[in-house]
């Protein structure tokens, strides 16, 4: 007989686990390959292909409801993140560290995707109707605390014991299997106490052509939908800027003076945009919540565009100024991030109002690939166009490329009404 398990014994730590190997390709990856010496053109260009997992997601996504029950691939999963974390702990001392690392990088992509896909399932499953309102807040609470401390505290720890051992090589293989020892642990934990619903079971009967038929289907509604390449331009382009930036950004604060950059350790890196950054994101997404939701996404529209805009300008004086005080470092990356995260509201509450419908998962699951996408084709020559111009120049050209922000965002029609609360 099913015991009901208590959701607070595994929704945040499932939700943990979700979020830290994403981190650890997007961020963490990042800082190690720019502390192993390697030129920002290739982190970003090698970095950015890893989104690729989370932008054809949608493609395997349908045989997860197929083939075994969620629990059965969250905890498999769970399993292929911590192998792959050992993995690249173990080559990064090797002769052959980039090759190795960026194999086990890509295998950890692929199972972090997977993984995402398995617990946003399984929480529906798992928890009653009134418990997933409930755990909704906790549960990206609980990822924003993986957040910080992924690219906070465990980048902290591996400038640390860069200092103790004086081999950066060995510092961050230590980090790493540190990162894998925990995730066994999450294995064994989520093994044990994740409840077996029911409801989850493999829907084995349904054939691959039936499952194809049903994407090809999926597909032709979500292109038939109004104001179909308003949108995709919108989900493409309003995070342009933001692609650009991420990955240079984080280069910036830590590369030397004599390059351009602020020449911040990996310990004052965490501090910065592993601690600060984040709370400012999250503040900043919390507020545009707020507001989105007492007066509509049309009515905030606009606000959150510039939000989202014009604290790029923090790092243009950054690149110019060149200021010593980490004080000062912190504010402008608290603004960036805070501007972020309220304006990245606009673009979440988008892919919903985008969504609406028959099949809304399924084509919010579509949104959400080209949100990676978004991403991505940015990321991938970011790095090379940086060390083309220098940063100051780079950061201009990123404000200069907001402009398509307002451009894609002038072509929206929105229901006044979507996102309001409604009142009974």
Request: proline residues 4%.
């Amino acid at each position: 007989m099913n015991k009901q398990k208590n959701p607070w014994a595994w929704v945040p730590t499932l939700y943990f686990a979700e979020g830290l190997p994403y981190v650890a390709v997007m961020t963490i990856s990042l800082i190690m390959y720019k502390r192993l010496g390697l030129s920002n053109t290739d982190i970003t260009l090698y970095t950015s292909w890893l989104y690729l997992p989370w932008v054809i997601k949608p493609l395997w996504s349908p045989f997860i409801d197929i083939i075994k029950t969620k629990r059965w691939w969250i905890v498999t999963m769970q399993l292929l993140i911590g192998a792959s974390l050992g993995g690249v702990a173990f080559t990064i001392p090797a002769p052959y560290w980039l090759q190795g690392s960026l194999a086990f990088f890509w295998l950890m992509a692929f199972a972090s995707a997977t993984h995402d896909i398995a617990a946003d399932g399984f929480y529906m499953l798992g928890l009653k109707e009134h418990d997933q309102a409930y755990f909704v807040g906790i549960r990206s609470t609980f990822y924003r605390i993986a957040t910080i401390v992924g690219q906070g505290l465990l980048v902290m720890l591996a400038g640390n014991l860069e200092v103790v051992t004086r081999n950066i090589k060995y510092s961050w293989s230590i980090m790493f299997y540190g990162m894998a020892g925990l995730f066994i642990a999450f294995w064994l934990w989520h093994h044990y106490i994740l409840p077996r619903p029911s409801e989850d079971k493999g829907i084995e009967k349904m054939t691959g052509s039936r499952i194809l038929q049903e994407f090809w289907y999926t597909l032709k509604t979500f292109f038939q939908k109004p104001q179909v390449w308003a949108g995709i331009c919108f989900m493409l382009f309003y995070r342009m800027p933001e692609g650009l930036l991420a990955k240079v950004s984080a280069l910036f604060l830590i590369d030397a003076t004599t390059k351009g950059g602020l020449g911040l350790s990996p310990a004052e890196y965490g501090l910065v945009q592993g601690t600060v950054g984040v709370v400012g994101l999250t503040l900043g997404g919390i507020l545009g919540g707020i507001v989105a939701s007492r007066d509509g996404l049309k009515r905030w529209l606009w606000p959150m565009v510039m939000a989202i805009t014009l604290p790029d300008l923090v790092y243009v004086y950054l690149s110019y100024a060149l200021p010593e005080s980490l004080m000062i470092v912190n504010v402008c990356v608290f603004i960036e991030q805070f501007g972020y995260g309220f304006g990245f509201s606009a673009y979440m509450l988008y892919l919903i109002y985008y969504s609406q419908g028959e099949h809304k998962t399924a084509h919010y699951a579509l949104c959400t690939a080209f949100m990676a996408l978004s991403m991505m084709i940015p990321g991938l020559f970011a790095g090379a166009l940086q060390e083309a111009v220098g940063y100051p120049v780079f950061f201009l050209i990123v404000v200069a490329a907001c402009a398509m922000t307002y451009i894609v965002t002038a072509m929206l029609k929105i229901d006044p009404e979507f996102g309001k609360k409604k009142h009974e």
